[in-house]
């Protein structure tokens, strides 16, 4: 079974970029195997559906550039596919004191960021776009939207068949082989080969990787992120989506609230460690997994430096009153039982070995193999430009 290119990996930044290269070279013969049995399972199937502005990133960044390019460029192929989308902007509010003055720099870095429209917001004023909202400042962000991602890959997945692209679903990748010319990919089913692979396994990434570079520097760390929704007669109390001030020193942007594509309003996300690579509950263990995140040395001074931040969020996951509380600080008049239980996703989060979790997307390079090693949010709105600059990279491979 013979491919120029074959990608691993079922997910939105897989998909995103099997449909770039067909797009910019129809005449190559790609290959997508996906280990599960359907496309978009995991980190794109259970994510909030935001489609986010790039306000959040370092100037220059990759998660900036491609966040800002991907945002237009998802749009645009949403309109042209029907796939529903609504840009109904955002709220970030400021509710203590202290979070003014990163709420100045989120603004700073929003307009260094090439966003327009954006409107800075008195606590009087943030009322006028969330009413029941309590805050002392806030911005709004025009450009931030709402879609379902699995509508996406599935169209992306359409798109990749009829353009002549093979998806093998069910081909969980065990082993590798490098020789001079060509790449064998062994899944449990079948071999494979190509000139060039491309790992976009998401949650395992990093194993992919390391079945060629066995020293790899980073490890995905698996973070469970988990919902509330709000009850039917409670949904009123939210027009659009609501976000705190992020630590500016922790990778994910604190409970909020978002108003879904598909109808209603998720309340969270938290941030726990997931005791598998793919926990979406609390009883999920898998051991191996489990002591593989928890002995990595990155990790560890992580969670030293992080412990109290982590007892919080683990106090949470618990306690249904503790997230009540939180979500209370935007949002006064939520009560706990105006909460029902929501889903939860699982964030691949690369950690390096010096404890390190790694800001920016990540994409590793070696002769005829490149692995994206980290593509947490945003990379759904970032998708299709991602998968313009991993398509680029291997043209070169390629050539």
Not at 5 to 27: E, F, S, Y
Not at 75 to 99: H, M, Y
Request: hydrophobic share 35%; glycine share 10%.
């Amino acid at each position: 079974m013979k491919s120029d290119v074959i990608i691993v990996g079922g997910g939105i930044v897989g998909l995103a970029t099997a449909h770039q290269l067909l797009k910019h070279n129809p005449l190559l013969k790609i290959t997508l195997l996906e280990k599960e049995n359907a496309l978009a399972k995991h980190q794109t199937g259970n994510n909030s559906g935001v489609i986010h502005s790039g306000l959040y990133y370092k100037p220059g960044s990759l998660k900036a550039k491609n966040c800002i390019r991907g945002y237009h460029l998802l749009v645009d192929f949403c309109r042209e596919n029907s796939i529903p989308f609504e840009l109904c902007g955002k709220i970030v509010v400021a509710t203590e004191q202290e979070q003014l003055p990163l709420l100045e720099n989120l603004f700073v870095r929003g307009q260094q960021n090439g966003l327009t429209g954006l409107t800075k917001l008195s606590g009087a004023e943030l009322k006028d776009y969330e009413p029941h909202v309590a805050g002392l400042a806030g911005i709004f962000v025009p450009q931030t939207g709402i879609v379902d991602y699995s509508k996406v890959a599935e169209k992306y997945g359409e798109l990749i068949r009829n353009a002549g692209g093979l998806i093998n679903l069910g081909q969980k990748v065990i082993e590798i082989k490098i020789s001079n010319h060509s790449v064998q990919v062994i899944t449990e089913k079948n071999t494979y080969e190509t000139r060039l692979l491309i790992n976009c396994a998401g949650l395992y990434s990093d194993h992919i990787a390391r079945l060629t570079v066995p020293d790899l520097n980073v490890k995905i760390i698996p973070f469970r992120g988990e919902y509330y929704k709000l009850k039917k007669e409670k949904e009123y109390l939210v027009k659009n989506l609501i976000y705190p001030v992020p630590d500016p020193n922790f990778p994910f942007l604190g409970v909020h609230f978002t108003r879904m594509m598909k109808g209603g309003v998720e309340a969270g996300p938290n941030a726990v460690l997931a005791f598998s690579r793919e926990g979406y509950r609390k009883r999920d263990i898998n051991i191996k997994e489990l002591t593989e995140s928890l002995t990595w040395p990155g990790f560890q001074m992580v969670a030293s430096k992080y412990w109290n931040t982590g007892l919080g969020e683990m106090y949470r996951s618990f306690s249904k009153t503790a997230f009540t509380r939180a979500l209370q600080k935007l949002i006064p008049e939520i009560h706990e039982n105006d909460l029902e239980d929501g889903g939860a996703g699982v964030r691949a989060q690369a950690c390096d070995r010096t404890g390190g979790l790694v800001d920016d997307f990540l994409i590793l390079e070696q002769k005829q193999i490149i692995n994206v090693c980290n593509a947490p949010s945003p990379a759904a709105t970032s998708s299709l430009s991602i998968g313009e600059t991993i398509s680029q990279i291997a043209e070169q491979h390629l050539n």
